[in-house]
């Protein structure tokens, strides 16, 4: 099979087309002929040698992918060869075929492209676990999404939106906010030209936000701390601005904030079936009726992953990159 591997850590030119054999899938998982791939931030990482494959996962990157299944391993019989899925995997999905395990797939939604259904999975998985079983957002509260126009943050504005919240964004410039704000977001700010604190103090008449996702970090927290409402929740999945900040924890302690943060590809595939299994009954129909629909950046072909990296590391793009999969002869 046809595969992207990474030749050394390095700048995008490091990923170079290659030749495997193509996986064989194990017990309790199965076996996708690969027809797209999601483009993701922990891609860049391991890319760059900062984000190691867990034990037993490919070193191939490729975290997400949607595609038809080709073989079935011993135990599985929630699916059949020929379905189509989208899926979470835990690495290598830059390939013509991918292993991942039965319980992280998700079927293609109705209506759906390959391509589109590609960019699913990283993101849902992400959004649900941080933003409603974590954080525990409910209808009628607030929401604040930083990063609003990343892959991330249209699957979040979306989610919410369809959920019943009030939703809120930052993003980096006029485009992007109206982008986010045409998926649903009540108010975007441009954190370039306002500071977001300020704005949306004002636009919640005082009261903040109940619950913040961020993936910005450093000087976000305590931004953060400032905005949060009341028993607010801030959970973060990143900090691309560094990890290290000192913290005031007075308003931590008088407003009884929740801070939270996680990773998704270290847990364990049952922690992640779960969340599969709370998405195909929660946000599935929601997908199916229309509620959300995809924002797909840029598609660049296989062989052309190294472009792909270059936009995403670029920060110029409005939703989700994919990668294009050509059949196996």
């Known amino acids: 099979m046809q595969c992207v591997e990474i030749s050394e850590p390095g700048e995008p030119e490091v990923l170079r087309l290659a030749e495997r054999e193509r996986p064989a899938p194990g017990p309790g998982e199965v076996l996708i002929a690969v027809a797209a791939a999601g483009v993701n931030r922990p891609d860049i990482m391991q890319r760059r040698g900062l984000y190691p494959p867990p034990p037993g996962a490919s070193d191939l990157p490729g975290l997400e992918v949607a595609g038809r299944i080709e073989a079935l391993g011993e135990g599985v019989s929630s699916w059949r060869v020929g379905d189509a899925v989208c899926a979470l995997t835990n690495g290598g999905g830059y390939a013509q075929f991918v292993s991942a395990p039965a319980a992280q797939c998700l079927p293609v939604p109705a209506g759906w492209s390959f391509e589109d259904a590609a960019g699913l999975p990283e993101t849902c998985f992400t959004v649900w676990t941080n933003v409603f079983d974590r954080a525990g957002l409910r209808a009628g509260e607030r929401l604040l999404v930083h990063g609003g126009s990343s892959g991330i943050g249209v699957t979040a504005i979306q989610m919410a939106v369809a959920l019943g919240a009030e939703v809120y964004a930052t993003a980096g410039s006029a485009e992007k906010c109206a982008a986010c704000e045409r998926l649903g977001a009540r108010r975007a700010v441009n954190y370039r030209e306002e ?108 062989a052309e992953a190294a472009e792909a990296h270059r936009l995403m590391e670029s920060s110029r793009h409005i939703g989700k990159i994919i990668l294009q999969v050509p059949a196996a002869a």
């Open 195 to 302: 500071d977001f604190v300020e704005v949306l103090k004002e636009a919640t008449e005082g009261a903040g936000m109940d619950v913040i996702l961020d993936m910005v970090g450093g000087d976000y927290v305590n931004r953060n701390i400032a905005l949060a409402a009341v028993e607010g929740r801030i959970v973060n999945i990143a900090f691309q601005q560094g990890f290290e900040v000192t913290v005031n924890f007075v308003p931590v302690l008088m407003k009884r904030l929740s801070l939270m943060a996680s990773t998704l590809r270290p847990q364990s595939t049952a922690a992640k079936g779960a969340m599969a299994a709370a998405l195909r009954e929660q946000v599935w129909p929601l997908l199916e009726a229309g509620h959300f629909r995809p924002v797909v950046a840029a598609r660049y072909p296989l």
